[in-house]
């Protein structure tokens, strides 16, 4: 009886379905869009650009994975989930360019929040991004929604 309980120990348990690397993104992205728990059109619409220029979506597409995202994200408790996703197949500068969107994500309503923040520095770190580079994408996605572009 005894050996037949361990057994149920030692059988391998199923891992959970793994995330595409676009919902792992969309959801990352979506993370910050909801870190200072007020929605913006414009956060949206931030989210919207990065996605449709990280993986060439078009709006049907892009909205369709933010939809599965979104369900990904209500039932997921951490990030761990997402960025590892990201770390098996992204590049040094693909995952550059994904936290250069989670900053225009979070500028995108001209108003950083301390709570949007500190989601980017915790995905960056969790990506292992460099903090130069994490420093680098902040400030051109500050400086390009200061200027307008």
Not at 9 to 29: D, G, K, M, S, Y
Not at 54 to 68: I, N, W
Not at 89 to 105: D, H, M, N, P, T
Request: one cysteine or more.
């Amino acid at each position: 009886m005894i050996e037949r309980l361990l057994s149920l120990f030692r059988e391998p348990q199923e891992e959970r379905n793994e995330h595409t690397i676009e919902v792992a993104c969309a959801a990352l992205l979506a993370e910050i869009m909801h870190a200072d728990h007020t929605l913006e059109k414009e956060e949206v619409q931030a989210l919207r650009d990065v996605l449709g220029r990280l993986f060439r979506l078009s709006m049907e597409e892009t909205d369709a994975l933010l939809q599965s995202a979104s369900l990904q994200v209500r039932q997921s408790n951490d990030l761990f989930q997402f960025t590892k996703v990201v770390n098996e197949a992204f590049s040094a500068e693909e995952k550059y360019r994904l936290i250069y969107g989670l900053w225009q994500v979070a500028y995108s309503d001209s108003q950083l929040d301390k709570y949007e923040e500190h989601m980017v520095r915790k995905v960056a770190d969790l990506l292992y991004v460099p903090h130069s580079d994490f420093i680098r994408a902040r400030n051109e996605a500050r400086d390009r929604k200061s200027s307008g572009v």
